[in-house]
């Protein structure tokens, strides 16, 4: 079975930073491209990052330069280091992959930037 566990996240002032971290097992993590999605209440899901298998990065514009997305393939593990948070930053953070045509996803991390 794949599972995907996410940690980290919480509440910060905006300008601080936060690391978000999804654990897998259940499938071979290296050959995986990875994302980051997230949601806020009544708005779709949407594309914060990926990563290749190879290291190819990807980013929503609205976080590019703030936000990095991180593999591990040692530990099969995917990090998301939010640097520069901003209050439209809020949001529930998903960790996904897809294997045989079915998207995998974490159980969701609570990212709330406010004074």
């Known amino acids: 079975q794949v599972h995907l566990v996410q940690s980290g996240g919480g509440s910060v002032q905006p300008g601080g930073s936060l690391r978000l971290s999804c654990a897998t097992s259940?499938?071979?993590?290296?050959?995986?491209?990875m994302g980051w999605y997230r949601q806020t209440p009544g708005k779709q899901r949407e594309l914060v990052a990926t990563?290749?298998?190879?290291?190819?990065?990807n980013y929503a514009e609205s976080v590019k330069g703030r936000f990095a997305i991180l593999r591990d393939n040692v530990r099969s593990r995917l990090s998301l280091q939010m640097n520069s948070l901003k209050p439209e930053d809020t949001a529930v953070y998903y960790c996904t992959t897809r294997w045989r045509a079915t998207d995998y996803w974490g159980q969701g991390t609570q990212v709330t930037v406010s004074a």
């Open positions: 990563i290749t298998s190879g290291g190819v990065t």
């Open positions: 259940g499938i071979n993590f290296k050959i995986h491209t």
